[in-house]
């Protein structure tokens, strides 16, 4: 049972950075999909990076040139660098990942889900 567990959030003003990790376990084989959502108080949840297992990496537009997503598939973690934070990417922090080739920003494409982390960036 795959298993994931994020840490690194916290309290930013804007324009700082943070940076989250993700640590899987329970799987040999990386799941074919990984990725971070986040979902504010009263929002849908949204994603904001995912990563194919060829190495393929998205992002919306509305982190694009903020965010940065990185693998590590021998430490079995997932990290998501973020810099010039904004109030608006106050939320919590979810790491998703799934085994089937779909990956893409929609939540439900997603079977394992950690219990998240708590990012706030301050004005």
């Known amino acids: 049972q795959v298993q994931l567990v994020e840490s690194g959030g916290g309290s930013v003003q804007a324009g700082g950075s943070l940076r989250l990790s993700c640590a899987g376990s329970?799987?040999?084989?990386?799941?074919?999909?990984m990725g971070w959502f986040r979902q504010a108080p009263g929002k849908e949840r949204e994603g904001v990076a995912y990563i194919t297992n060829f190495g393929t990496i998205r992002y919306p537009d509305s982190v694009k040139g903020r965010f940065t997503l990185s693998k590590d598939n021998a430490k079995k973690t997932l990290s998501l660098q973020m810099i010039s934070l904004r109030p608006e990417d106050t939320a919590m922090y979810y790491c998703?990942?799934?085994?089937?080739?779909?990956?893409?920003?929609?939540?439900?494409?997603?079977?394992?889900w950690g219990q998240g982390t708590q990012v706030t960036v301050s004005s």
């Open positions: 329970g799987y040999t084989s990386s799941p074919y999909c």
């Open positions: 998703a990942a799934d085994r089937r080739a779909r990956c893409s920003f929609n939540q439900d494409d997603y079977t394992y």
